[in-house]
């Protein structure tokens, strides 16, 4: 298992939130950036303005996402690098789901 | 229980997302409208402008709120009717978590 997000990339990711149910964090990520492997259980991200990234996950499978802004996107549990591939700042919400 | 937000207010409450986890929706409500009675599961709101609600619960408890803009707060199931206080649109996102 992954270590988890907050504790791999603290200046990417900051708990805004967090309860029995959810944990929401915060993410800024530069133009160009990119972190280090972590762990995401399922979450919703709903970004406030509109990014590009790239997911490298453990097993070398490679996604390229357009995340509009203001529109949710589910995302099921991962293990992944994240890297901004757009030309602005990744600034958003990560409402991850407990159980 | 109260009856679905989105059966009761369909001009107010749109379903962006659903899976067995969550159901996202879209929320807008203009200046001055209130809605019926409807339910809400517990949920994570994120306002994409800054908004002015008041709650009036069943059981007679009015709760009024300033939800920030892109401020993701939690809140417990309710049953209750909704109006828009502020002089602008209320415009976010509920994420409703299911179980």
Redesign the interface.
């Known amino acids: 298992m992954a270590e988890d997000a907050v504790k791999v990339a603290p200046e990417v990711y900051k708990v805004?939130?967090e309860?029995d149910?959810?944990r929401?964090l915060e993410a800024r990520l530069a133009p160009g950036a990119k972190t280090d492997v972590h762990g995401h259980p399922?979450l919703?991200a709903?970004m406030?303005e509109s990014a590009k990234v790239r997911f490298s996950e453990s097993g070398g499978e490679t996604t390229e996402l357009e995340l509009p802004a203001?529109?949710?996107?589910?995302l099921p549990a991962t293990e992944h690098t994240s890297e901004n591939t757009g030309d602005s700042e990744l600034h958003g919400?990560l409402?991850e789901?407990k159980?």
Chains 1, 2 share one sequence.
């Open positions: 805004v939130l309860n149910q959810v929401v399922a919703v709903i406030l203001g529109q949710p996107m589910y919400y409402v789901l159980r």
